[in-house]
């Protein structure tokens, strides 16, 4: 949320405020953002308002950054000349050539409002002009016929002459569907309250000034967005330059910035000007603030210039300001700027690296070598169609591009599969020749029958070797209507032929989500452990690219088909990354800049330490410029804006390479309200921590001195020590810190010397406490070996189904079986119901009520088994993922004694969706053997829900002790 234009900047708050508010929280959240702008503008305009005003006598204000175009073009991402031919209002217009149109940056329109678009316009000859008001993601403007059609539904057009003539259209933005849908459009990608504006027409040229977009009624005149506006501007940063060197400056550079400040009012101002460079969360001021005093008469802009040095790191912002004689702040612009914090120059591939991304063009590699990529993919493309287009004796080898990736540092995903036209038939993936094979025709385990597919695998794999390469059999197979079978055969036939032409070269597969899918399970069963090295996955969102439960997952689903030692790593999707330009509104999602770029170091690190080993994004940019319009769907994971500004993507991940990009993970400590991945960081030689708080602010001490703590952009500060330990504090909302040594002391000594700060550690020497197990695995799948989980000797733990599905009848738990990711029964299931999941966090009862065609229950239950007799104390919490249908859901606390068929209700709890509930002052007599049981039943049909057990133990009551 931008902070209220009244305060000065030395008061502003240490960070942005979360703007992420959940679907029904943003239209409050519009509202609230244009009430506060609104509030501000009415008491900074009350100097102006005792004499004749350029704004219109109601209280409309402009929604639009820099509608007047004074001085700049600045937050018109799409623009044209900017001129002063006798402009409409002010000193400047836009002059629209033979091609392109204006696009606004974002805007925020609330659901259920009246906006009205105006501005002037006038052509050589007689034409019109036409306006589009869309929402600001591409797929819903177009989905909801917002854009791009014959009548866009807020759109029109007016008829211009040779003189200024201002012209304005008034639309009425509908409610937000009961489901959250907006005119139909669901995406998760867009908040349902940012747009933007086109503004073209016909003839050219054609001349537009004053725009404005506004929610009450229409300025017969300009309505400023702010007293006074101000825009920003590094004249060194432009799309020009991006296709040169990525708009990448150097650490202490000194960069002239502009400061364009135009006077809307009808009466002269005396303003300070104010030059500030601020970190990327604006919080923090870099240096002295450069004042100087300017006039500004009526309808006129001053365009001063300055210098400021980049003495932060990482992406920072050249603030711009205008003050009144009281220190207020009347206007303002943030003008992001960028130095690498740890430039690199990496002219051999490392195959070790673990961070990467997928490019377009030749610039984006000198870009990735500086940030310290290591690995790219679908650049330059190797896949069959590609490297034999036109028959089975033509070769084209994409050695120029591979070149260049090498001297650049950047080994290289060659993704095959992919049908050139001489080699299909009818069969939607297989050549043709074998397509003609059945399922179980023994050539497909024949090598020495050589068919086309064979030789073109054969030949890549010798030209380009394995040192700097990777092969990925195919993309994305479970969504690309493969036939599990086909898919095995020609997976594992691939597999074999790369490893014998080359025993080292490295193969994968992939898969389009994170965690062990169907797909991947039914995969294993084929025997395809025998088909890959690493396991790859996609996923494009505005979270972590996977939790680290889905991590887990897939490492243990290997595990249970003995495949342990294959990799994981992430190659190709995530988020979008919002400019650092201080637009109106956000861009698509509300996540802000800074929320994103703790995401990245906290996914990063999260994946790391439960065993992912490479994270490699989808396309990092274009060849000549940053982002365009159409990656504005929220998967545009580009790294550059569309004025080629780096985002906060740029030095978080160059940051990332220099403590993470050659590293080891050695160990993790879970305090309370905190938790410090630890690494061996091999490219620095010492051990780095990564550190956050995960409640509210953490403040511990820290059993390490010399201790220096690192930001996300690359800003170190020395933490004193007291004694043998330092006082580390950790802000809320997760924000990240790298921690190390001055002395660089080794991974493994700070893990130990942190080790008294382990929650798990302290847990595992409790006397007299039983905790479910946060890692339970079968051995062999489709059978309950494993289950129950045994310590000690002694049975303790139980994962059960209820069939048939009453759960007071003793005789009818049955432990479930391992299905390699979870426990889950293969008989008498309805969608995976029962079945239960254990993590870090807790275990999950996957159930569900009676459907239609199978009226039974699928019941889950979780068993503790009292390994002796006592008074016991039951604590944790429970809560019900209501996933399908409708609650309540009963949950019942079970004390199941040996030799009774009927099990005792000792508590029941009536648990609605995602509410958790903390059990509390619950004690049961147990004698040794007895159980008690936590199972879920249905009040109706048509419900399902996860039910979710977390911080579960069974405590010894005082005065009882352990046996």
Known sequence: MRPDRTRKTEDLPAAPGRLRAGLYGLVGLCRVLVQTRMAAGAILLVTAASSPSARSAHAAENLLRNGSFEGSTRYWLEDGELVQDAPAHGEFCVKLREKGNLRSASICIPPDSTVT??????????????????????????????????????????????????HSWTFKIPKLEDSGAFLGATSGWWNRTSYILFVGGNPRPLWVDGVCVELAGSSETYAPFSPVEVAAIAPALSKERYAVDANLLEPDEEVEIRGCAFNPGAAPRAVTLRWELLDYEGARRFGEALDRKVSLEAGRTVVETAKLRLAGRGLMLARVSALDEQGRILGRSDQPLTALPFP?????????????????????????????????????????????????????WPDKQMAELRSHGLCATAVLHALPKWARGRHPHLPKDLAEW????????????????????????????????????????????????????????????????????????????????????????????????????????????ADANAIVDTRNAFKSFGAADKEIWFNEGWTYHPTSEDHAAPPIVDLAPPEVAHLIVRTAADLFAVGMKKLITFFNGYEHHGKSWWDWVGSGTEWWDDRGNPTVAVPVYNVLCDQLGLSRHEKTIRTARAVFHVFQDLRNGRG???????????????????????????????????????????????KPFYFFTADALAADEMGRRLLPLDLDAARANERGVWRVPTEWLGTAHEKTDGNPFVKDGKPLWRLERVWPDDPMKTAHYVLLPWAGREWKDPQNNHGGQPGASVHRDGIGLGSRAGWTNTPAQKLAALTFVAPQGGTFAVEGTLNADIWQGGGPVDVHLLKRAAGAETATVVRSWALEKNRPVPLENLKVELAEGEMLTIVPRFRGMHTAATIQVREFAVRLATGDKER
């Open 688 to 734: 780095v921590m990564v550190g956050w708080a995960t409640k509210g602010e953490a403040a511990l001490d820290v059993p390490l001195t010399n201790l220096i703590r690192r930001d996300v952009m690359g800003l170190d500060e020395a933490l004193p020590a007291q004694g043998g330990s330092t006082r580390v504090v950790l802000p809320s909302g997760a």
């Open 117 to 166: 678009v105006s501005l002037w316009a006038r052509a050589e000859k007689a034409g019109s002009v036409d306006v589009t008001l869309c929402p600001s993601n591409r797929e819903v403007a177009q989905q909801t016929r917002t854009v791009w059609c014959k009548d866009p539904r807020f759109g029109g057009n007016a008829k211009v002459g040779t003189e200024w003539a201002r």
């Open 344 to 396: 690199k120059n990496a002219s051999k591939p490392n195959f070790e690296e673990r961070f990467g991304a997928s490019i377009r063009g030749g610039p984006l590699a000198r870009a990735s070598q500086r940030i310290g990529l290591g690995w790219t993919r679908w650049y330059p493309h190797f896949n069959w169609e590609a490297i034999q287009p036109e028959g089975p004796e033509q070769w084209t």
């Open 438 to 545: 059945s399922k179980d025709d023994r050539r497909w385990e024949d090598l020495t029958v050589e068919t086309p597919w064979d030789r073109f695998v054969k030949e890549l794999v010798r030209h380009y070797g394995h040192e700097d390469i990777v092969y990925e059999f195919a993309n994305e197979p479970d969504i690309g209507k493969w036939d599990g079978t086909d898919y095995y055969n020609l997976a594992l036939r691939t597999y074999r032929v790369i490893k014998q032409t080359d025993a080292k070269a490295i193969v994968q597969v992939n898969v389009t989500w994170p965690g062990a899918s169907g797909w991947t399970i039914d995969f294993l069963k084929r025997g395809g452990a025998k088909a890959f090295d690493v396991h790859t996955f996609h996923n494009y969102t505005t979270g972590p690219l």
